[in-house]
């Protein structure tokens, strides 16, 4: 037993609790999570600050004893210690501290907002990747000849792209936070899919510069922004595995859209069209139909589903609805100190910005992807430049998408498994390097058939974005850090896309030489860089639990009962890695 186990037993028996029944590491959505919040007082539970400050919380020493063992929630006389939402709280009403129910009861739930909420979530995703990831099947079918574009100039529409994406990501989380990510989403998926149809119109670059722009613009943010909606009703521990399955929606959509422009691209010529704008045209009205059902479908939170579309008395009891209401809140009170349509004010997205602690996972999303951007968006264009043809090339990108999603979902799993998360993903660089290697020391002559198979892998690096996402959620400590954090960590994703637009030149064309020695090089950087974040979050732990460990139980308890850290900034807790 850990010396601070041994303070948290000792803090229990001061407030006479049985310890057998307060055991928060009992609780299997926390087995993953044992790194956060490591005092044992139930004295201190409380929330600093007012109106969408930062919940304040303290998990082991156990105050929930959840699933597995009986009554999810087994502590009697301890009910006024419970953190207590704000009065204006969504759930407020559903929230109960003396409320049990069974672990079965909870399986059956989640495994019902799995079917009512994540899949449309990953329905609405696909409709983003649709839109955004066609423009790949549209260069197989001359794309850029039709336009009168070089390589360069789509380089810098792929650029503007992702500039506008970039800047847009964090008002639009801001503004989805204002006015709720189930009025927010299905606006944007309308106004994106009307721009994307409108690319049947393009003539020459200031128009495709044009669309790419406003495609960017409208789409940024609706990542973070599906990810804050999907925070409402699952916990920190499912929520990777979610994640996962929303970007397997990702590659998936990769897949059918494959197929769906093998068939639109042969509609060339009809009424005088090239085929690629009957793409535009026909996916992107899809998008459309696909939010406009998203406006009626998405609820506003776990309490609030009944509405004409959804049914006069919604899709869950009530009793469901408190075991919801629950079950987040004690997994993670700091959801409970901001409701759903309460946004941001200037001072907290400073005091979010500021937040060093979060830096080293925005320095990874600044370049752990880079191996494989040109790729993703060179794969037709290389594909066809080793003789190819249009429609191959449409078909043989298909097992880089399978190879893909299985990859996705093994990483993700393997995270949480192992409970080893940067390590793990550093295994994304080791995936890419001997590959990269491959492509820049097999000279020209090589067989076609050999470029597609490193072609296909490097594009199908371990995909582990979603560990990274949920793991910034959970290093946030707080629900206004959580907002800004998710939307900037996926801006230096995006940023990464801008500059990674640019490594493969059309100097360097069709082999890229040059540009898979400075992927190398990349490769290289990305790995230490996930071994230091590693052993920054190692080290921040240690010095913390030096000086937790250091504190006599009388200073612990003066310590939390009257210092102003919040969030991420407490003593006691501990950062994910």
């Given at each position: 037993?850990?010396?601070?186990?041994?303070?948290?037993?000792?803090?229990?028996?001061?407030?006479?609790?049985?310890?057998?029944?307060?055991?928060?590491?009992?609780?299997?959505?926390h087995q993953h999570r044992h790194e956060h919040f490591h005092s044992a007082s139930v004295e201190a539970e409380k929330v600093l600050g007012q109106g969408g400050g930062d919940a304040v919380y303290f998990e082991s020493g156990g105050l929930f004893k959840r699933a597995g063992r009986g009554p999810t929630f087994d502590n009697e006389n301890m009910s006024s210690r419970y953190v207590k939402p704000i009065e204006t709280f969504e759930g407020l009403h559903r929230w109960d501290p003396d409320f049990e129910w069974e672990p079965k009861e909870e399986q059956r739930l989640v495994r019902k907002i799995n079917w009512r909420i994540c899949l449309w979530v990953c329905i609405a995703f696909f409709s983003l990747q649709l839109d955004r990831g066609n423009i790949s099947q549209a260069l197989s079918d001359n794309l850029l000849k039709d336009l009168g574009l070089s390589t360069n100039q789509y380089n810098t529409g792929q650029s503007i792209f992702y500039v506008c994406f970039l800047f847009a990501e964090l008002p639009s989380q801001l503004i989805s936070k204002k006015v709720g990510p189930d009025n927010w989403i299905p606006i944007q998926m309308v106004s994106w899919s009307l721009v994307a149809s409108c690319q049947a119109f393009m003539q020459n670059a200031g128009g495709f510069y044009a669309c790419r722009a406003f495609l960017g613009l409208i789409e940024g943010g609706f990542i973070p922004d599906n990810i804050l909606y999907l925070s409402y009703w699952y916990t920190g521990a499912e929520l990777p595995i979610r994640l996962a399955f929303f970007w397997v929606s990702y590659q998936a959509t990769s897949i059918v859209s494959a197929f769906l422009a093998y068939g639109i691209l042969h509609l060339r010529g009809y009424d005088g069209l090239e085929g690629w704008r009957w793409l535009f045209a026909l996916e992107g009205t899809l998008t459309g139909v696909i939010g406009i059902i998203t406006y009626f479908y998405l609820p506003p939170s776990p309490y609030q589903t009944a509405s004409r579309f959804r049914g006069k008395n919604g899709w869950f009891s009530e009793r469901e609805e408190k075991i919801m209401a629950n079950r987040i809140l004690r997994d993670d009170p700091s959801k409970g100190t901001m409701h759903n349509r309460q946004g941001l004010s200037l001072k907290m997205l400073w005091e979010c910005l500021k937040d060093y602690h979060m830096w080293p996972i925005y320095l990874l999303g600044l370049s752990w992807l880079l191996p494989t951007v040109p790729m993703q968006q060179y794969i037709t264009l290389n594909l066809?430049?080793?003789?190819?043809?249009?429609?191959?090339?449409?078909?043989?990108?298909?097992?880089?998408?399978?190879?893909?999603?299985?990859?996705?979902?093994?990483?993700?799993?393997?995270?949480?498994?192992?409970?080893?998360?940067?390590?793990?993903s550093s295994l994304s660089q080791v995936w890419s390097l001997p590959l990269l290697i491959a492509l820049e020391t097999l000279p020209p002559s090589r067989s076609p058939w050999v470029t597609w198979i490193l072609t296909v892998l490097v594009f199908a690096q371990p995909y582990v974005h979603p560990v990274i996402v949920a793991i910034t959620s959970r290093n946030a400590g707080s629900v206004r850090t959580r907002t800004v954090a998710s939307a900037l960590y996926n801006m230096m994703v995006q940023a990464s896309n801008i500059y990674g637009a640019q490594i493969y030149r059309t100097d360097d064309a069709p082999l890229y030489y040059t540009g898979n020695k400075v992927l190398i090089g990349i490769c290289c950087y990305n790995f230490c860089l996930f071994i230091f974040t590693k052993w920054f979050y190692i080290h921040v732990n240690r010095k913390r639990e030096r000086k937790w460990g250091a504190m006599s139980v009388e200073e612990k308890q003066h310590y939390l009962d009257t210092t102003t850290d919040q969030g991420n900034k407490r003593l006691d807790f501990r950062f994910s890695h």
């Amino acid at each position: 037993m850990s010396s601070h186990d041994s303070v948290s037993d000792e803090l229990v028996d001061e407030v006479k609790v049985d310890p057998e029944k307060v055991g928060y590491k009992d609780h299997p959505h926390h087995q993953h999570r044992h790194e956060h919040f490591h005092s044992a007082s139930v004295e201190a539970e409380k929330v600093l600050g007012q109106g969408g400050g930062d919940a304040v919380y303290f998990e082991s020493g156990g105050l929930f004893k959840r699933a597995g063992r009986g009554p999810t929630f087994d502590n009697e006389n301890m009910s006024s210690r419970y953190v207590k939402p704000i009065e204006t709280f969504e759930g407020l009403h559903r929230w109960d501290p003396d409320f049990e129910w069974e672990p079965k009861e909870e399986q059956r739930l989640v495994r019902k907002i799995n079917w009512r909420i994540c899949l449309w979530v990953c329905i609405a995703f696909f409709s983003l990747q649709l839109d955004r990831g066609n423009i790949s099947q549209a260069l197989s079918d001359n794309l850029l000849k039709d336009l009168g574009l070089s390589t360069n100039q789509y380089n810098t529409g792929q650029s503007i792209f992702y500039v506008c994406f970039l800047f847009a990501e964090l008002p639009s989380q801001l503004i989805s936070k204002k006015v709720g990510p189930d009025n927010w989403i299905p606006i944007q998926m309308v106004s994106w899919s009307l721009v994307a149809s409108c690319q049947a119109f393009m003539q020459n670059a200031g128009g495709f510069y044009a669309c790419r722009a406003f495609l960017g613009l409208i789409e940024g943010g609706f990542i973070p922004d599906n990810i804050l909606y999907l925070s409402y009703w699952y916990t920190g521990a499912e929520l990777p595995i979610r994640l996962a399955f929303f970007w397997v929606s990702y590659q998936a959509t990769s897949i059918v859209s494959a197929f769906l422009a093998y068939g639109i691209l042969h509609l060339r010529g009809y009424d005088g069209l090239e085929g690629w704008r009957w793409l535009f045209a026909l996916e992107g009205t899809l998008t459309g139909v696909i939010g406009i059902i998203t406006y009626f479908y998405l609820p506003p939170s776990p309490y609030q589903t009944a509405s004409r579309f959804r049914g006069k008395n919604g899709w869950f009891s009530e009793r469901e609805e408190k075991i919801m209401a629950n079950r987040i809140l004690r997994d993670d009170p700091s959801k409970g100190t901001m409701h759903n349509r309460q946004g941001l004010s200037l001072k907290m997205l400073w005091e979010c910005l500021k937040d060093y602690h979060m830096w080293p996972i925005y320095l990874l999303g600044l370049s752990w992807l880079l191996p494989t951007v040109p790729m993703q968006q060179y794969i037709t264009l290389n594909l066809r430049a080793v003789g190819f043809g249009t429609f191959e090339t449409n078909l043989l990108t298909i097992p880089a998408y399978v190879i893909f999603i299985i990859g996705l979902i093994v990483f993700c799993f393997a995270t949480e498994y192992f409970n080893e998360r940067f390590l793990i993903s550093s295994l994304s660089q080791v995936w890419s390097l001997p590959l990269l290697i491959a492509l820049e020391t097999l000279p020209p002559s090589r067989s076609p058939w050999v470029t597609w198979i490193l072609t296909v892998l490097v594009f199908a690096q371990p995909y582990v974005h979603p560990v990274i996402v949920a793991i910034t959620s959970r290093n946030a400590g707080s629900v206004r850090t959580r907002t800004v954090a998710s939307a900037l960590y996926n801006m230096m994703v995006q940023a990464s896309n801008i500059y990674g637009a640019q490594i493969y030149r059309t100097d360097d064309a069709p082999l890229y030489y040059t540009g898979n020695k400075v992927l190398i090089g990349i490769c290289c950087y990305n790995f230490c860089l996930f071994i230091f974040t590693k052993w920054f979050y190692i080290h921040v732990n240690r010095k913390r639990e030096r000086k937790w460990g250091a504190m006599s139980v009388e200073e612990k308890q003066h310590y939390l009962d009257t210092t102003t850290d919040q969030g991420n900034k407490r003593l006691d807790f501990r950062f994910s890695h």
